[in-house]
């Protein structure tokens, strides 16, 4: 089985926890084996501690602050969460982080994030950049559930580092493995997902219908966010993002 054959497969898997409300917390999470990048934080890193709470009890937190019309009042709630969340265990040290991610490493950045490559354990550090909607989601909720269809379908190893305070508010980071390759031409990214039963719908997007009659959408499948791996040639989404219809909160 090819790799995005693989991916057809995790997805009916996620859909079925999703259809029972549940999540596989350990997808966001590092294994015993994988190297962690050398962040710190305020207290013990709850990356290793079993007293600090899961990723789960935030989307939790956070799925509630969307609740109501009022978008101030949204963004309240949804700060509220996030600063629970960081005292609880989870706020990064941030004169630490400077150390670790110097302004002068920064190898990338769009509209969602600021991305440092970090050499010990062969990861980017991805750091939010507005904290009001966290990126193309529009919420710190949307931000996190994408994070975890792109670990469920694309199995990207994206992983929960911590909050950050920051000038303009606190920020999400994540980490993922730095992959070496190049963007991948349009043309190859059409064939990737055609090949597999997505039709495009429109410029860098692609659907799949689901026999249940949900669709998965996967959104901003351009050259920079594709990459075809060196040695090997597979084609790797690593910024995409991923919606699903009619999925269960």
Request: glycine letters at 10%; a negative charge.
């Amino acid at each position: 089985m090819d790799q995005l054959g693989r991916t057809l497969t995790s997805v009916v898997d996620y859909l079925q926890l999703q259809s029972h409300n549940k999540r596989s917390e350990s997808d966001m999470y590092y294994g015993s084996s994988e190297a962690r990048t050398p962040l710190k934080y305020i207290g013990a890193d709850p990356r290793v501690s079993s007293t600090a709470p899961g990723v789960g009890q935030l989307i939790s937190c956070l799925a509630r602050s969307g609740d109501g019309a009022d978008l101030k009042i949204q963004y309240v709630a949804q700060g509220e969460c996030l600063q629970d969340f960081a005292q609880a265990g989870w706020r990064l040290d941030d004169e630490a982080f400077e150390v670790v991610c110097d302004p002068q490493g920064l190898v990338m950045g769009g509209d969602e994030h600021d991305v440092f490559y970090e050499p010990r354990s062969g990861r980017v550090i991805k750091v939010t950049k507005n904290p009001q909607s966290f990126g193309a989601q529009g919420s710190a909720y949307g931000y996190l559930r994408n994070q975890e269809r792109c670990n469920a379908f694309f199995a990207d190893s994206i992983r929960f580092e911590g909050i950050l305070e920051t000038a303009k508010g606190d920020a999400l980071v994540i980490s993922q493995p730095f992959i070496k390759g190049e963007p991948a031409s349009p043309e190859q990214i059409i064939g990737y997902f055609s090949a597999h039963g997505f039709k495009r719908v429109r410029q860098d997007c692609f659907e799949l219908e689901l026999p249940d009659g949900r669709q998965v959408l996967i959104a901003d499948a351009r050259p920079a966010n594709v990459i075809e791996q060196e040695g090997t040639g597979l084609l790797l989404p690593i910024d995409v993002q991923v919606i699903v219809s009619g999925e269960s909160e």
